[in-house]
């Protein structure tokens, strides 16, 4: 006969230890994805910031390319 009120505890202890369980898994699964989506904006703006500083730097080449082809004609001129 006790065996009859054992099983019902027995059963909510699996129970509440199954959704223990599932609660850690979806936490555990909601932060690694919080922290890749993170990441993927980190990489992203990275990749943007870099791609902005490659741009200044293309664009001072050309300045200074600029800057010397007019030096050297106003060279040629004076001559």
Same mark, same amino acid.
């Given at each position: 006969?006790?065996?009859?009120?054992?099983?019902?505890?027995?059963?909510?202890?699996?129970?509440?230890?199954?959704?223990?369980?599932?609660?850690?898994?979806?936490?555990?699964?909601?932060?690694?994805?919080?922290?890749?989506?993170?990441?993927?904006?980190?990489?992203?703006?990275?990749?943007?910031?870099?791609?902005?500083? +490659?741009?200044?730097?293309?664009?001072?080449?050309?300045?200074? +390319?600029?800057?010397?082809?007019?030096?050297?004609?106003?060279?040629?001129?004076?001559?």
């Amino acid at each position: 006969m006790w065996q009859l009120s054992v099983l019902p505890l027995a059963r909510e202890e699996l129970e509440y230890a199954i959704e223990e369980e599932v609660a850690r898994q979806t936490i555990t699964t909601w932060i690694e994805r919080c922290i890749f989506r993170k990441r993927q904006v980190r990489v992203y703006f990275t990749s943007v910031s870099e791609e902005k500083k +490659k741009k200044k730097k293309k664009k001072k080449k050309k300045k200074k +390319k600029k800057k010397k082809k007019k030096k050297k004609k106003k060279k040629k001129k004076k001559r």
